[in-house]
């Protein structure tokens, strides 16, 4: 065992039970057992983490603030990273305010990940505030358009444990939607018949997209027929051997194809926690040891602080009072030196879930470009908050940019204290102070 962090951290000390608690590799009846801890933990989060773990991420968000600050070195392509796309009840028709979808439109790519089922052969539930299972009408992805007719989205995960949640059946009826869509996807395959990542090109640079999750819930039973990209199990427990076999062939096989910036998209971690686990911190710094370029996560339904990790000494170029910050963060690959992006997770984009706190969605953006030399590197761009606003003048719902929903709140209602002091903490959370 390597002796230093995140190999190594020192526990956090006294944690409530209910805080503590993750369902996520827990068999059903167990799960069920443990309802109220959930639900208590849903409603209230946990902010906490060991002291090693908020100090490391403290030092990556002066080093995240610093790349913002940056000029690129040649040509930008923007790149949107967004997080869950998840059911809606209703309103799919006009959920989507203008102002988000021009926000997106705006970039050249735009990824995230689609944690519905989609299927006109199924009821979309709406009685309840939240389900345990997920379908979802099409206009759900059919409202993210370009102006050109193109879907917003240049390639959606479909990796998560709500795939299955209407059997084969719903899985190829949501697969079915984004291939008429023109979307590519990855994380699913219906009889083997796909290669397990895909491809796009975006202002002259090919771009590889592997999806995974670390599996189903508990209670939808997986079908032979549908293939889930899956991450082995026991690889995020303290001292545990990481062997990643697929993400390893899938980036070998990108590069061989071309792929000059290479994204894992992980549906992974421990929901309603603001702070990344170190066994996450470990498999990421492995995936990103394999080539991947960006590790854009999904699942715990609010956000985490980005980690950047340096490698083959590519912290040569920060000012020395950084590299000194950076020391957990380096690796040594194959390759030329290069740097990386680990979105641990991005929260939720477009949702019903009832806490405030699950409704503010995170649009971070990152500005590829060509460096000296002629290879892709990346720089930080804009971040940027949406919020899913239940209700404004008659409307079921709205996904409206920060700022407009203050301005359309306004026309109601005050915006409380406490929210404005929730949108103040997540930027710090997220940047730091400025």
Request: charged fraction near 25%.
């Amino acid at each position: 065992m390597i002796d230093r962090f995140p190999y190594s951290v020192a526990p956090e000390g006294y944690v409530p039970a209910w805080q503590a608690l993750r369902v996520e590799n827990l068999p059903a009846h167990r799960a069920a057992l443990n309802l109220v801890s959930y639900a208590r933990k849903s409603i209230y989060k946990k902010y906490t983490a060991s002291a090693e773990v908020v100090h490391h991420f403290d030092r990556q968000r002066r080093v995240f603030r610093h790349l913002a600050a940056q000029p690129a070195a040649g040509r930008e392509t923007s790149l949107a990273l967004v997080g869950d796309i998840m059911w809606l009840r209703d309103g799919w028709d006009d959920f989507l305010d203008p102002g988000v979808l021009n926000h997106l439109n705006a970039h050249d790519a735009v990824l995230g990940n689609l944690e519905s089922v989609i299927s006109p052969r199924f009821k979309v539930p709406r009685l309840l505030p939240d389900y345990m299972t997920y379908n979802s009408h099409p206009n759900l992805v059919r409202a993210f358009r370009r102006p050109d007719g193109r879907s917003t989205f240049s390639a959606l995960s479909v990796a998560n444990n709500h795939a299955l949640d209407r059997g084969e059946q719903g899985a190829r009826d949501t697969l079915a939607l984004l291939d008429e869509l023109g979307v590519p996807h990855s994380g699913i395959a219906l009889d083997g018949g796909r290669k397990p990542y895909v491809t796009f090109e975006v202002n002259g640079i090919k771009v590889g997209f592997y999806a995974a999750a670390w599996g189903l819930n508990s209670f939808v039973k997986p079908n032979p027929n549908v293939r889930m990209n899956a991450l082995p199990g026991g690889i995020f427990e303290p001292g545990a051997t990481i062997e990643l076999p697929e993400i390893r062939s899938v980036l070998a096989d990108m590069a061989a194809e071309g792929c000059e910036y290479r994204v894992v998209a992980l549906h992974w971690g421990y929901e309603f926690e603001y702070y990344a686990d170190p066994g996450m911190m470990r498999v990421a710094r492995e995936v990103v040891r394999l080539g991947a370029d960006l590790l854009l996560g999904t699942h715990p339904h609010v956000q985490q602080p980005c980690e950047t990790l340096f490698v083959n000494g590519s912290e040569a170029q920060l000012p020395s009072d950084l590299r000194g910050a950076v020391a957990d963060s380096l690796i040594a690959s194959d390759g030329p030196p290069r740097k990386a992006l680990v979105a641990y997770s991005m929260g939720n984009l477009a949702t019903t879930m009832f806490t405030f706190e699950c409704k503010v969605g995170w649009v971070q953006s990152l500005n590829l470009f060509r460096d000296a030399a002629g290879r892709v590197d990346w720089l930080p761009g804009e971040t940027a908050f949406v919020m899913n606003a239940p209700r404004f003048g008659g409307r079921q719902r709205r996904l409206l940019m920060l700022d407009d929903y203050r301005t359309q709140s306004a026309r109601f209602r005050r915006v409380p204290r406490w929210e404005e002091d929730y949108f103040a903490f997540l930027r710090e959370h997220l940047l730091g102070r400025e």
